[in-house]
């Protein structure tokens, strides 16, 4: 079975400081990996997807993230931090195992970001 | 095209009252999830279809049922409501092709 840690249950940055949030993963499968972020009583916007390609990801607002098969990792960064990206960031991982996975996709326990001005 | 709905947003029940939650996809995606959301635990999978007429139960399934009558609409109910089942309900779909997944925009369920 698959699972995914997110390793900060909280994060905290100031405006302009970089971004890192930390995520592994474990899978007997070659997985897909993705970032979600939800902001305070919103729905889920996907930022990236890993999806076999690049090892290197970039998503959506200046958000990148790096597969590394080695570490079992796909950290999400960001150069910058903004006052909007203030939100919960969820790492989810969908197993690829011959069309048996039906997609179904498994969630890390999130992340909340703080930017402090 | 809306993509995938959910009715309704909002919802308040009594402890063993029944309700059920409807999500409507017009995109003809084939798979169709529905996940419950909690403080710290991210969302986690209640149950599933893969196709019309078809579902499976996912890792949260207890006290809850679904149905897939027709290919763009999964319906999820709660026969008789507990405490415990406040939280908030997304649905999902995804075509066949495992591109991206579309969420619904969420229903908020309390339970007195």
């Known amino acids: 079975a698959q699972s995914v840690t997110q390793l900060d249950s909280h994060v905290s940055v100031s405006e302009g400081t970089p971004v890192l949030l930390r995520c592994n993963y474990s899978?007997?499968?070659?997985?897909?990996l993705f970032w979600y972020v939800q902001h305070p009583n919103k729905g889920l916007q996907l930022l990236l997807k890993?999806?076999?390609?690049?090892?290197l990801v970039k998503g959506i607002n200046g958000f990148e993230a790096e597969f590394k098969k080695s570490e079992t990792s796909f950290h999400l960064t960001k150069p910058s931090a903004h006052m909007s990206d203030a939100a919960e960031y969820f790492c989810?991982?969908?197993?690829?195992?011959?069309?048996?996975?039906?997609?179904?996709?498994?969630f890390g326990q999130g992340t909340i970001l703080t930017v402090h001005p | 095209n809306a993509g995938v709905t959910q009715t309704p947003k909002f919802r308040v029940l009594k402890t063993g009252q029944s309700m059920t939650l409807l999500c409507a996809q017009d995109m003809n995606h084939e798979y169709m999830y529905w996940y419950r959301q909690d403080p710290g635990m991210g969302l986690r999978l209640i149950h599933y279809s893969v196709g019309e007429g078809t579902t499976a139960k996912g890792e949260v399934p207890d006290g809850y049922n679904v149905s897939r009558l027709k290919k763009q609409n999964f319906l999820l109910g709660l026969e008789s409501a507990a405490p415990s089942q406040t939280s908030v309900y997304f649905c999902a779909s995804i075509g066949s092709s495992y591109n991206e997944q579309f969420f619904g925009p969420g229903t908020r369920l309390t339970v007195l």
């Open positions: 890993y999806t076999s390609a690049a090892t």
């Open positions: 899978s007997s499968y070659s997985p897909s």
């Open positions: 989810v991982v969908r197993i690829n195992a011959g069309g048996t996975s039906y997609g179904k996709l498994t």
